[in-house]
């Protein structure tokens, strides 16, 4: 596996529903994100993970809990969430926070 | 608060049919600019970081451009496979990415 990858590539949700996203990155760099792509919208910085550390969270609600057990992993925990939660969340890495950052393929949810 | 503004949001070209898509920003302390190309379904796909104006680079087809105020991606020669939308971002002080909306190119034979 090469760069970033998330898995699964679709989730279809109930609203009682609990799941998680997986990221893994293989460019040995030390930041990862969560963002939220809607249409029409800019793509929405969810939360910052530096050295493990997260560094960010942007007023993301709770029914969203991420997970960094390392540099190379990241989890975006699910529960409870509401139909416009239905978006594409990506996933991306960096050398280090404020640089060029390189996205996975995202997971398209849907919640019903 | 940092703020990226890109035009047009939707650019339709015949083959071979130059243009350039503009990217509009204010940030505190530009630290770098950054071009993206996203595919429908995809993630964005990195293509360039500029980081002072009067910078170029280029790539392939493709040749960005950067001002105090605006940067833009002028493409040559368009083939139907730059068909994507162009995202672009900045960052600044707060060492974070701020995205726009995007240009939606389309290349027709």
């Known amino acids: 596996e090469t760069g970033v990858t998330q898995t699964p590539r679709h989730l279809v949700m109930g609203m009682t529903n609990k799941k998680s996203l997986k990221c893994e990155q293989h460019?040995?760099?030390?930041?990862m994100y969560w963002y939220k792509q809607s249409a029409k919208k800019p793509l929405e910085l969810m939360f910052v993970?530096?050295?493990?550390?997260?560094?960010e969270n942007n007023s993301v609600p709770s029914r969203f809990s991420p997970e960094c057990p390392n540099s190379s992993h990241l989890f975006l925990h699910l529960h409870t969430l509401q139909p416009e939660d239905s978006a594409l969340y990506l996933c991306a890495s960096s050398q280090q926070p404020g640089v060029e950052q390189y996205f996975g393929p995202g997971t398209r949810l849907t919640v019903t | 608060e940092d703020q990226v503004t890109q035009s047009p949001e939707a650019l339709r070209l015949q083959e071979g049919e130059s243009s350039s898509l503009n990217c509009s920003y204010t940030v505190s302390g530009l630290r770098g600019l950054f071009w993206y190309r996203q595919d429908p379904g995809k993630g964005p796909e990195f293509l360039f970081t500029?980081?002072?104006a009067g910078e170029e680079k280029e790539k392939e087809r493709l040749k960005a451009t950067l001002t105090k105020k605006e940067s833009f991606l002028h493409i040559t020669a368009p083939k139907p496979e730059d068909s994507a939308t162009y995202l672009c971002?900045?960052?600044?002080?707060?060492?974070?990415?701020?995205f726009g909306t995007g240009t939606r190119l389309q290349v027709t034979l």
């Open positions: 971002a900045v960052t600044g002080t707060a060492s974070k990415l701020t």
């Open positions: 460019l040995g760099h030390n930041a």
């Open positions: 993970y530096n050295f493990k550390e997260q560094t």
């Open positions: 500029l980081y002072s």
